[in-house]
């Protein structure tokens, strides 16, 4: 029954700002990392920035620098705030929450349903 739900996107210009947000219905033991993925029309799914619960975040060379990624302080939310959008941003935004067991073993991803970004030019 748990789930993960994306809220925050929308239509912006390009060099607006959009912070997207993502929180757990329900409990998800073991959370170790939490990260953002985007996919747009005909593209694989890609990873845009992901946070562990010790604060380690990591961005792609894409996302460094406009967008900061941030987990909330009860581990089971990721916000995205994202700066200086382009128009290659517009992508359905994924979060996403790895669980693990005590020895530091993936043991399960969950996926929200998205949330659509567009940036017009």
């Known amino acids: 029954q748990v789930q993960l739900v994306e809220s925050g996107g929308g239509l912006v210009q390009a060099g607006g700002s959009l912070r997207l947000s993502c929180a757990a219905s329900g409990t998800i033991y073991n959370i170790n990392t939490m990260g953002w993925y985007r996919q747009a029309p005909g593209k694989q799914r890609e990873l845009v920035a992901a946070?562990?619960?010790?604060?380690?975040?990591t961005y792609t060379d894409s996302s460094k620098g406009r967008f900061t990624i941030s987990m909330g302080s009860a581990k089971n939310t990721v916000y995205l705030q994202m700066n200086s959008l382009k128009p290659e941003d517009t992508a359905v935004y994924y979060c996403e929450a790895e669980t693990i067991t005590g020895y530091g073993i993936h043991l399960k991803d969950y996926w929200g349903q998205g949330t659509q970004v567009t940036v017009s030019s």
């Open positions: 946070i562990t619960k010790a604060g380690t975040t």
